[in-house]
């Protein structure tokens, strides 16, 4: 992928450091509407609403950007009878995954996928991710060659504005994670480059798996301290896995938004916290599928097929004895163990660990 980038001569911060988006300095810069970026986002739950919503704020603020956002839609039928994407382009709201926030008029919803990325050349990923492969292999041969694109990271009380803050991670060039800051950074949504991908990555993929740990904490209720050391001994596997796995990874990254920030985020207030805490009460009579389906009404756990993913892994190197959580949590929510087992799990913490 070669962008071709309109900002050469941006001052960049220091790796970590917050990004102030150089709004003046863009405006200046780019006045060639044939060199704007051009924006899709792929996804339109609730966290793909909320980042379309974001972005087409900065989108009409900043000269480098196309005003319009597409945005693709999985179309779905609406309980009035409705499709989604007519409602979404005819009130300017998500309806169903974000309702009561005003997108922005220049979000279009599009439920054709090829349709919804063939001008952009920067592609927004926030579907939930068991059915990212399906959706790639769409998109082969369908994208713009010079296209960069994005996976998300985190945040979800920013629709109403609330402070937040989120991490972009990038691998060599300083400048494409620059233009990602850009397009995401307000007032409100503070963002930050730090260069590891993977770290990045790993950190908001792993913490859904702690955060279904603290739901097992909260059903039982085993009260504040369990749930902290389960947060803690929860970031140190994090953290282990992810040097595991990839040695180039940083402790750093743990320090940023996407690390204990995001943990604790989703452990307190989260969707997979929410369900798990559920299942926990009913004993794990009820599946987890069940459970998720009742109450978020189409909304998708991410925490449950990440655990089953990562006991993949951990089985087949070898290594479920050194992530006792991780395996118990995956345990718990097939049904093999009870909730219970969540805090019985630490007996089994290696003694080097
Ligand atoms: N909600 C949040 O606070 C945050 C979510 N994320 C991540 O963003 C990703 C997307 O999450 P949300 O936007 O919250 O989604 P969501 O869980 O609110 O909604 C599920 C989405 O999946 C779509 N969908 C259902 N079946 C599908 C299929 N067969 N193919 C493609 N799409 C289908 C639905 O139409 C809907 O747009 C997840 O990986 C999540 O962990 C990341 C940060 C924050
Ligand atoms: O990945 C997420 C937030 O970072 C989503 O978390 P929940 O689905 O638990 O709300």
């Known amino acids: 992928m070669a962008p071709a980038l309109e900002a050469k ?3 960049l911060p220091q790796e970590g450091e917050t990004t102030v988006a150089p709004n003046n300095f863009l405006n200046s810069v780019v006045n060639d509407a044939t060199h704007r970026s051009k924006v899709t986002v792929i996804g339109s739950g609730n966290w793909g609403s909320v980042a379309a919503k974001l972005i087409a704020s900065n989108t009409l603020r900043l000269s480098s950007f196309h005003d319009e956002v597409r945005m693709w839609v999985y179309e779905e039928t609406l309980r009035s009878g409705e499709q989604l994407t007519d409602v979404i382009n005819r009130t300017n709201e998500n309806v169903k995954y974000l309702p009561g926030i005003k997108l922005g008029k220049n979000v279009v919803a599009d439920p054709d996928l090829e349709s919804a990325v063939k001008d952009s050349n920067m592609l927004v990923f926030v579907t939930p991710h068991q059915f990212m492969e399906g959706i790639c292999k769409r998109l082969v041969g369908k994208i713009r060659e010079d296209s960069e ?5 985190k945040g979800m009380e ?3 504005e609330k402070f937040s803050e989120a991490t972009v991670g990038y691998r060599l060039n300083r400048e494409v994670a620059e233009r990602w800051v850009q397009l995401f950074y307000t007032h409100y949504f503070i963002v930050t480059a730090v260069q590891d991908v993977e770290g990045v990555e790993l950190c908001g993929t792993l913490k859904n798996v702690v955060a279904i740990a603290a739901g097992f904490v909260d059903g039982l209720e085993m009260g504040n301290n369990t749930k902290a050391a389960i947060m803690r001994l929860g970031l140190r596997e994090m ?3 992810s040097k595991l796995l990839f040695p180039s990874v940083k402790d750093s990254t743990f320090f940023e938004s996407c690390g204990v920030a995001d943990l604790i985020t989703t452990c307190l207030g989260g969707r997979n ?3 798990a805490e559920a299942y926990a009460r009913n004993g794990g009579k009820r599946s987890f599928d069940e459970v998720e389906a009742e109450m978020l009404q189409g909304q998708k756990l991410q925490g449950v097929s990440t655990a089953s993913e990562v006991y993949e892994v951990l089985s087949h190197r070898g290594w479920l004895e050194l992530f006792p959580l991780f395996s118990t949590v ?8 009870p909730p219970s087992a969540i805090v019985e799990y630490s007996e089994k913490l290696p003694k080097s660990f």
Not at 149 to 153: E, F, H, R
């Open 273 to 275: 916290r929410k369900v």
């Open 239 to 241: 953290k282990a896995f």
């Open 158 to 160: 920013i629709a109403v």
């Open 9 to 11: 001569q941006v001052v």
């Open 330 to 337: 995956h345990e718990i929510s097939t049904g093999l163990l």
């Open 149 to 153: 694109a994005i996976s998300l990271v």
